[in-house]
T-cell receptor, first 116, second 117 residues
């Protein structure tokens, strides 16, 4: 089954404790990205990756890191989480533009992060 | 200026009726894509339908259709024969197909749809 898998689904952590949210897709997609969703602000892109070892900032990258060492995985790293990073996070993947992508049609289940 | 506008924060619709969710967009690009997603209360984001700016026919996917009016810059979602399971948040999104846009999806604020039995 084609899917994007995020882990964990729920996480409560304390300020300053490094954490990683994993994202894995099994569709051989080149393009992957991370969004955060906040009430009243909608979804905003944090980072994206066009392919292995190619990552770039989205609209709200501060406080986050990503890596793309393999095509299937795109982890989101919070080195020193703060309460304003409490949010619902989504990982998404799609084929690259060169291969006539249609949409970021595949989203992970979401990770609800609370930083206290 | 808002790039994606969904003017209906919430809607109540009787089961089995058709429902139209409004979406207008703003772009100067010629090449772009428009998407609708459904987000149930469980939180996941479910892709419903896609319309490319060069597509001449309105997209359809089962009970979902997209009423694409390019000159008016609108991309309304039509759900035929609504069901109780359609109750959810619905988001309209746009992707501008230029490298400057990061190819990211730009999202509307969403419409909360509640289907009444």
């Amino acid at each position: 089954e084609a899917q994007v898998t995020q882990n964990p689904r729920y996480l409560i952590t304390v300020t300053g404790k490094k954490l990683t949210v994993t994202c894995s897709q099994n569709m051989n997609h080149e393009y992957m990205s991370w969004y955060r969703q906040d009430p009243g602000l909608g979804l905003r892109q944090i980072y994206y990756s066009m392919n292995v070892e190619v990552t770039d900032k989205g609209d709200v990258p501060e406080g986050y890191k990503v890596s793309r060492k393999e095509k299937r995985n795109f982890p989101l790293i919070l080195e020193s989480p703060s309460p304003n990073q409490t949010s619902l996070y989504f990982c998404a993947s799609s084929l690259s533009r060169d291969r006539d992508w249609v949409a970021e049609a595949f989203f992970g289940q979401g990770t609800r992060l609370t930083v206290v | 200026a808002q790039k994606i506008t969904q003017t209906q924060p919430g809607m109540f619709v009787q089961e089995k009726e058709a429902v139209t969710l409004d979406c207008t967009y703003d772009t100067s690009d010629q090449s772009y894509g428009l998407f609708w997603y459904k987000q149930p209360s469980s939180g996941e984001m479910i892709f419903l339908i896609y319309q490319g700016s060069y597509d001449e026919q309105n997209a359809t996917e089962g009970r979902y259709s997209l009423n694409f009016q390019k000159a008016r810059k609108s991309a309304n979602l039509v759900i035929s024969a609504s069901q109780l399971g359609d109750s959810a948040m619905y988001f309209c999104a746009m992707r501008e197909d230029t490298q400057d846009s990061n190819y990211q999806l730009i999202w509307g604020a969403g419409t909360k749809l509640i289907i009444k039995p």
